[in-house]
Nanobody, 126 residues
Framework: QVQFVESGGGLVQPGGSLRLSCAAG????????IGWFRQAPGKEREGVSC????????DYVDSVKGRFTISRDKAKTMMYLQMNNLKPEDTAVYYC???????????????????WGQGTQVTVSS
């Protein structure tokens, strides 16, 4: 069973940065829109950013615009989420997943996404 593997999380002070990585486990990333999601304790999983395989464009939710950057490596085997100016409210487990229904981002409907990994914990605290 295919499962993405997220890494790069950790404890960081407010205003700090982290770069999350997502290994695609043999999946061809050019075939799907790839999303980054997060889930804070006691909250539902929410979309954060999405990368469209169709044209390389990126989408961000308002709360992370200007601070987070999603990218893909040239080999199209790894996805990244660069997170700058982190805030305590960014604390969550972060996941990446593939939208098997689309190559172009169109929202963050959870049931459209597959290959969920175990996630990586990001904690922003002083």
């Amino acid at each position: 069973q295919v499962q993405f593997v997220e890494s790069g999380g950790g404890l960081v002070q407010p205003g700090g940065s982290l770069r999350l990585s997502c290994a695609a486990g043999g999946v061809t990333l050019d075939d799907y829109a790839i999303g980054w999601f997060r889930q804070a304790p006691g909250k539902e999983r929410e979309g954060v950013s999405c990368f469209s395989a169709s044209d390389g464009s990126a989408d961000y939710v308002d709360s992370v615009k200007g601070r987070f950057t999603i990218s893909r490596d040239k080999a199209k085997t790894m996805m990244y989420l660069q997170m700058n100016n982190l805030k305590p409210e960014d604390t969550a487990v972060y996941y990446c997943a593939a939208n098997l229904m689309r190559r172009r981002c169109a929202g963050y409907v959870l049931h459209e996404y597959s290959y969920w990994g175990q996630g990586t914990q990001v904690t922003v605290s002083s």
